[in-house]
Structures are given as structure tokens and as C-alpha cells.
């Protein structure tokens, strides 16, 4: 196994864990980190830097409860590492969402400088409190 997709594993078991200091040690200075969707998802958006990156761990611990992230295959070409899996967690609204994900994890010096999160953010926009009561 590459030591990318180690140290991808090693983010993933760090967020099981809660440890967002153990996935930020991985995480570049000037990161760009995208998780495309709706603004009403506090989660999403395009952060640039530690410290906006950080934002999108704390919109995840705002609307999330009980989040499980199972990666099962990884994908290693060069400098990137994909991963793809399931996500799921439990809304403020109440509802269970469960969503296909896929990351790209772009290295440069063995920290990651680019990351891209997809998955089905209507499901989540359809979670969401206003639009669960609707």
C-alpha cells in the first residue's frame, strides 16, 4: 500500500475518532478544500487554509449527529489518492441520511494540498429542518 493511501486511512480513522487535530497534521498550510453544494449545508463550500478548513469540521459537528464514514476502496495515481465510500449521520432535523462519497486527496510534500468531497447533498438539503417540516 502507498504511503498516500495510509495516510488518507489514517485521516479517516482520525475523523471516527473525533481527532480533527489528527487529520489537520496531514492537512498543507494553503490547503484547498471543496465540498460543492447549497449554502443553506454549513458543511460546504470552498475553503482555502487551515483555518477555513477547519470550518467545514465544525458545520459537520453542527448538523451531524452519530456520523459514520466507511471508506472501503482507495485508488492511488502519482500525487492523489481517491476514496470512495458511504457517509452517513443523523440531521437536526431527525432524519438519517446515508449518501455515497467520493474524495480526492491531491499531496504535494506529503501533506494534502487539495481536497474534494462529493456526495448526494440533496439528500442533505432535504434533511434539513426547514425542509423536513415542509
Do not use: C
Not at 480513522?13 to 449554502?39: K, L, Q
Not at 472501503?72 to 470512495?84: I, M
Amino acid at each position: 500500500m502507498s504511503d498516500l493511501v495510509q495516510t488518507v486511512k489514517d485521516m479517516y480513522a482520525a475523523f471516527g475518532r473525533g481527532d480533527i487535530d489528527g487529520i489537520m497534521r496531514h492537512v498543507a498550510d494553503d490547503v484547498s478544500w471543496e465540498a460543492e453544494g447549497p449554502a443553506e449545508l454549513v458543511f460546504t463550500g470552498i475553503r482555502n487554509g487551515k483555518q477555513e478548513t477547519l470550518r467545514f469540521f465544525e458545520g459537520i459537528a453542527q448538523e451531524h449527529r452519530d456520523p459514520k464514514l466507511e471508506m472501503t476502496e482507495f485508488v492511488a495515481s502519482g500525487n492523489s489518492v481517491a476514496a470512495f465510500g458511504r457517509y452517513e449521520a443523523t440531521l437536526k432535523s431527525g432524519r438519517r441520511v446515508d449518501s455515497p462519497v467520493g474524495h480526492l486527496f491531491e499531496f504535494r510534500d506529503g501533506k494534502v494540498a487539495r481536497y474534494v468531497n462529493l456526495l448526494n447533498t440533496a439528500a442533505f438539503v432535504e434533511g434539513t429542518p426547514a425542509r423536513a417540516g415542509a
